[in-house]
Structure formats: structure tokens, C-alpha cells
């Protein structure tokens, strides 16, 4: 037990100095790159309103959203910081501001960087 608990860092360590993202990592980093993306639409367009804030749109989008690798992710620099993932990924339905956003299904490479605050969709 005593080896268990020393290992425990060592992996913590070795997964902040270069790992690729986890499923849960892609799969905040996504949700908040759509957010992004339907608050734009959403205070654009007036019938929307606009009284939903970013971070609840981040949170039905990422309770309504499946995400998983669909292989290894690369990495695209030498430091360790941004990778390029293959994912699939599943929405379901989901309303803001009385706006119904249908469910969608697909599959795509995701670039994420890694920085100071966690993992960033680009």
C-alpha cells in the first residue's frame, strides 16, 4: 500500500509535464468552445434573448454531451502542450432561452492546448 501511495504523485506529475487529455479533459474543452459559440448566436439574435450567461450554457451543453477518443491524440508542438485529438461525440437535445438546439452525432479532430487554467478547444 505504502508503494501505491508514493506512485500517486509520480503519475500526477508525469500527466502535468506533457500528457494528452483525457475524455473528461476534450470533453470540458469542447463544451465551452460551443458555449462560446451559442452565446455569440444567442445575443445576436434578438428572439433569443439573452439572459442565459456563459457558463450555464457551458454546463447544459456539457450534461447533454457525449465525448470519447476515437484514437490517440498527437502531439502537435515539442513542449507537450497542444495535441490533436480524434474524437466522437454525441449532443442531445437541449433548450436556452426557449430556443430548442437538436441533438447532433459526428466525428472531428480537436486541437487542445494546455494552459495555466486547464485544456482550451481551438
Known amino acids: 500500500m505504502k508503494k501505491w501511495i508514493c506512485l500517486l504523485p ?5 500527466t502535468a ?4 487529455p483525457s475524455n473528461s479533459d476534450i470533453k470540458g474543452a469542447l463544451a465551452k468552445t460551443l458555449a462560446a459559440q451559442m452565446n455569440i448566436y ?3 439574435d434578438q428572439m433569443t434573448g439573452g439572459d442565459t450567461n456563459l457558463s450555464e450554457i457551458a ?9 470519447s477518443k476515437a484514437g490517440s491524440c498527437v502531439k502537435a508542438d515539442t513542449e507537450g502542450k497542444r495535441f490533436e ?8 437535445e437541449y ?18 492546448v494546455r494552459t495555466d487554467s486547464g485544456w482550451a478547444a481551438y
Request: hydrophobic content about 35%; proline content about 4%; charged content about 15%.
Open 59 to 67: 454546463e447544459k451543453i456539457q450534461s447533454n454531451l457525449s465525448v
Open 10 to 14: 509520480l503519475v500526477s506529475l508525469l
Open 42 to 44: 444567442s445575443t445576436a
Open 17 to 20: 509535464c506533457g500528457g494528452e
Open 85 to 92: 485529438c480524434p474524437i466522437s461525440y454525441e449532443i442531445g
Open 95 to 112: 433548450e436556452i432561452n426557449g430556443m430548442k438546439v437538436p441533438a447532433n452525432t459526428g466525428s472531428t479532430t480537436i486541437v487542445l
